[in-house]
C-alpha cells in the first residue's frame, strides 16, 4: 500500500510544480496481464500528458522540461527516474529487456576483463551548460564546456565533498576516479557532445554504497 501512497504523493509533486506544463499524470505499478511487458512487480510508471506547449512557462523544449522535472524530484527517496515515451520504452524492454536507450553489450576474448566489465553498474546521464549540479549515483556532475568540433567538454565530478576538474577530455575517453570510503573505482564516459549538453554514463562496481536517499 506504501508504493501506491508514494505514487500520488509522486503525482502530487509533479502537478504542483509544473501547472502549466502537465495536463494530466497517473501511476501504474506492478506487472501487467499481458505477458509481452517485462515490469516486475516493485517498478511503477508515471504516465504524464503534457499540456500545449504554447502555455509552458517553465520550459521551451521537451528536453528541457525532464531535465526541470528530474531537478525538481531529485530529493525524492528511493527513487530512480528514468524519463522515456511509452512506446518507445515497450520497444526498448521487448528488444534490449532494458526501459532506456543506453545499453551495454560487452565483447572480448580475455574473461577476467570481461567479469571485471560485467561486475559494474551502469548510469546514464545528460548535462546541460549553465545548469546546477546533477545527481548521478552517488556523486554529482556539472558541465563547464563543450567544443563539439573538436569533440571535447569539461566538467566538473562533485564528490565526497571535493570538485574534481575534468578538462578538455575527449568523447568516448574513459575518466577514472576514487570515491567513498571505501576507494571505490568510478569510470565516467561521455559518449554525444552538441553545443550546450553532453550525455554518458558512469560505470560503478555493484558493490559501491547505495546513495543515502535510497
Do not use: C
Not at 525538481?72 to 515515451?85: H, I
Request: net charge neutral; glycine share 6%; charged share 30%.
Amino acid at each position: 500500500m506504501n508504493r501506491f501512497r508514494y505514487g500520488t504523493q509522486l503525482e502530487k509533486a509533479i502537478r504542483e510544480s509544473f501547472p502549466d506544463e502537465v495536463r494530466d499524470v497517473w501511476t501504474r505499478t506492478g506487472t501487467a496481464e499481458v505477458a509481452t511487458d517485462p515490469m516486475g512487480i516493485e517498478v511503477s510508471d508515471v504516465f504524464i500528458t503534457l499540456a500545449s506547449r504554447d502555455q509552458w512557462k517553465k520550459a521551451r523544449t521537451q528536453d528541457e522540461l525532464v531535465q526541470r522535472m528530474a531537478e525538481e524530484l531529485e530529493g525524492l527517496p528511493g527513487m530512480r527516474m528514468v524519463f522515456s515515451q511509452p512506446i518507445e520504452m515497450r520497444i526498448n524492454e521487448m528488444v534490449a529487456g532494458i526501459r532506456t536507450d543506453l545499453g551495454v553489450k560487452i565483447f572480448g576474448d580475455d574473461l577476467e576483463v570481461l567479469k571485471h566489465k560485467g561486475d559494474r553498474n551502469y548510469y546514464e546521464f545528460t548535462l546541460e551548460k549553465g545548469r546546477r549540479p546533477v545527481p548521478v549515483y552517488t556523486v554529482s556532475l556539472q558541465l563547464k564546456k563543450t567544443d563539439p568540433k573538436k569533440s571535447k567538454f569539461t566538467l566538473n565530478v562533485m564528490a565526497d565533498d571535493k570538485t574534481i576538474e575534468k578538462k578538455d577530455r575527449n568523447s568516448l575517453e574513459p575518466l577514472q576516479f576514487y570515491t567513498g570510503k571505501d576507494h571505490m573505482l568510478y569510470e565516467l564516459v561521455v559518449n554525444n557532445i552538441e553545443k550546450n549538453r553532453v550525455s554518458g554514463y558512469i560505470a560503478t562496481p555493484k558493490s559501491a554504497p547505495q546513495p543515502i536517499s535510497q
